[in-house]
């Protein structure tokens, strides 16, 4: 394997790698393959330190090492390969402090970035419209409903629907209170066809659990569990001819999408979310009720008059 590049721009940059890359082929003995990610990573690094004007090594600092992550980032580079860019730079700063080169590796105190989080594909407002047309008097299928309801009509978390005790719920101002994540609790309007539906499930609810303090329960009588909602929503999305796998937080997603698309309100509906820490000002921002309400029945489409 050849570490020297005929178009070495930096010597001061390059010689040190081609110095490490030798001491991982001849005494680490590590594989062609790892040796090649080794310096395709340094490489795009010596790249990028020549971009930002340092030439050398040893002036590199963490301020340097964080820019060089920025610059990395905005040119696309996905959170993986970031983090296995890190891991070259430090094991290679390693080993110039093992050559006396430096005293400090600045790139220890850097934290590699996690790993992003797929968000689902949401389901457009037509295809949730045709999930929820389920009209049925079977009471398992209302309770189904009800659920797919309230989960796309408040943008619930799974463990907050199925966490839900009747106290929590108030059919007259059409809100529900919700703990969270942290337990922290929050009020939320759920819309009138929520409202609906619940009015039809409660009385069947107390067939099945009249001592329970649950508001969805199974066949047997306990508190629904997440698996259990999982396996029934996609059931009911093969049912109901969906193309896309139901899922609840695919529910939660659309709801957020759609609340966004309508009112434009980012902040509104990260407080509905639920979602303390989405951006630093809505850490400094107080929404009231009121305003959260009157955003969620002008945006969401089921929250709207005139739609069954």
Not at 4 to 16: F, T, Y
Request: glycine content about 6%; charged content about 25%.
């Amino acid at each position: 394997m050849t570490e020297h590049h005929d178009d070495l721009s930096c010597p001061s940059l390059q010689n040190p790698v081609d110095s490490f890359l030798r001491y991982l082929r001849v005494e680490r003995q590590l594989s062609p393959y790892t040796l090649k990610s080794y310096q395709r990573q340094l490489a795009e690094l010596i790249a990028l330190l020549v971009d930002i004007g340092l030439t050398d090594w040893t002036k590199l600092d963490a301020a340097g090492v964080r820019m060089l992550v920025t610059r990395s980032k905005r040119s696309g580079l996905e959170s993986a390969s970031l983090a296995l860019r890190l891991s070259a730079l430090r094991s290679f700063l390693d080993w110039m402090i093992g050559q006396g080169q430096i005293t400090a590796n600045p790139a220890k105190g850097i934290s590699t970035p996690r790993k992003g989080r797929h968000l689902p594909k949401n389901m457009d407002v037509d295809e949730v419209n045709h999930l929820l047309d389920i009209d049925l008097n079977d009471p398992l299928a209302v309770r189904d409903r009800t659920m797919l309801e309230l989960m796309y009509g408040a943008g619930l978390r799974l463990s907050e629907l199925v966490g839900l005790d009747c106290r929590q719920v108030n059919l007259e101002s059409g809100e529900i209170r919700v703990v969270g994540k942290g337990s922290k609790e929050r009020k939320l309007p759920i819309g009138r066809m929520a409202v609906t539906w619940l009015n039809r499930w409660l009385p069947m609810r107390e067939f099945y659990a009249p001592d329970d303090d649950a508001l969805f329960v199974s066949k047997h009588g306990n508190r629904i569990s997440a698996r259990n909602v999982e396996k029934r929503f996609a059931e009911w999305g093969v049912k109901q001819g969906v193309n896309s796998h139901v899922h609840p937080h695919k529910l939660r997603h659309s709801f957020a999408t759609h609340m966004l698309e309508s009112s434009g309100d980012l902040r509104a509906v990260q407080e509905l979310l639920g979602h303390a820490n989405l951006s630093t000002t809505q850490i400094y921002t107080h929404l009231d009720f009121q305003h959260l309400s009157s955003v969620y029945d002008a945006a969401h489409p089921r929250a709207k008059r005139g739609k069954s």
